[in-house]
């Protein structure tokens, strides 16, 4: 499974951005998709994430600011991010857990990161 994350760029505080990632690859099936973000100098950490049948998770601290959402059909999610704030610079990560080809046995994906710098 290939995920392709875009999306990200600069944008001012209290600024909205929105990211997508694309899933790909041969007969797969994923279940739960989600972005993870990494700060300068800090772990990596859950920022979102949903299931196939569109149950979502948040972190608490983008809880009222970000919402992610997905298509199915185009193996893709989406992720709109607004009232922006620096604290939320870093790298996002798109990540997917399911199936692939002829392997019955789940795995977890991830695709390369896209950078979010939030600055004035």
């Known amino acids: 499974v290939q995920l392709q994350a875009s999306g990200g760029g600069l944008v001012q505080p209290r600024g909205s951005l929105r990211l997508s990632c694309v899933a790909s690859?041969?007969?797969?099936?994923?279940?739960?998709m989600g972005w993870y973000r990494q700060a300068p100098g800090k772990q990596r950490e859950l920022v979102a994430s949903?299931?196939?049948?569109?149950?979502?998770n948040y972190a608490d601290a983008v809880k009222d600011r970000f919402s992610i959402s997905r298509d199915n059909e185009k193996n893709t999610i989406y992720l709109q991010m607004n009232s922006l704030k620096p604290e939320d610079t870093g790298v996002y990560y798109c990540?997917?857990?399911?199936?692939?080809?002829?392997?019955?046995?789940?795995?977890?994906?991830w695709g390369q990161g896209t950078l979010v710098t939030v600055s004035s």
């Open positions: 990540t997917a857990h399911g199936t692939a080809g002829l392997d019955p046995i789940p795995a977890d994906y």
């Open positions: 690859g041969s007969r797969i099936g994923l279940n739960r």
């Open positions: 949903i299931t196939r049948g569109g149950y979502a």
